[in-house]
């Protein structure tokens, strides 16, 4: 038997932003600071980044999905999901994959060709959802630190 949860999906203004610092910590353990955090938001904002939040059933914010819309000569316009992150108490319960399906939407609103995502390879439970989503693994990702 599945336990069906109330799952209300919401996009943060730049009023509410720090209201997501507790979940994004999860994914992002270096941010240390909730001031900081929504200041590097906002500048992501400049660049179109855009936060989308779940929240519980008893209104408590405990998944966030941070995407942005880009034009690549490889995927065309696309829109890129930076962050995905689920409160640990809220896992399993299909606030991420409410997220992902929210963000597949607006892609299709926004006339996009799809959604793009990189995960850390550690994340093992993340890449069965990204897989049973419909996400392909085409690439690796490689980074240079300078």
């Not at 999905?65 to 995905?84: E, I, K, W």
Request: aromatic share 8%.
């Amino acid at each position: 038997m599945t336990t069906q949860h109330t799952i209300k999906i919401a996009e943060l203004d730049n009023a509410d932003l720090a209201s997501a610092f507790d979940v994004m910590r999860e994914l992002r353990p270096h941010l240390t600071d909730a001031d900081e955090f929504v200041e590097l938001v906002r500048a992501q904002r400049r660049e179109g980044y855009r936060l989308v939040v779940s929240y519980n059933e008893t209104d408590r914010l405990v998944s966030l999905a941070g995407f942005r819309h880009q034009t690549s000569l490889y995927a065309g316009s696309h829109l890129y999901v930076d962050d995905l992150s689920t409160l640990p108490s809220a896992r399993g319960q299909g606030h991420a994959g409410a997220l992902l399906r929210w963000v597949d939407e607006e892609a299709r609103r926004l006339g996009c060709a799809g959604v793009h995502l990189d995960s850390g390879s550690q994340r093992h439970d993340a890449h069965r959802l990204y897989l049973a989503s419909g996400f392909v693994i085409p690439a690796f990702h490689f980074a240079k630190s300078l």
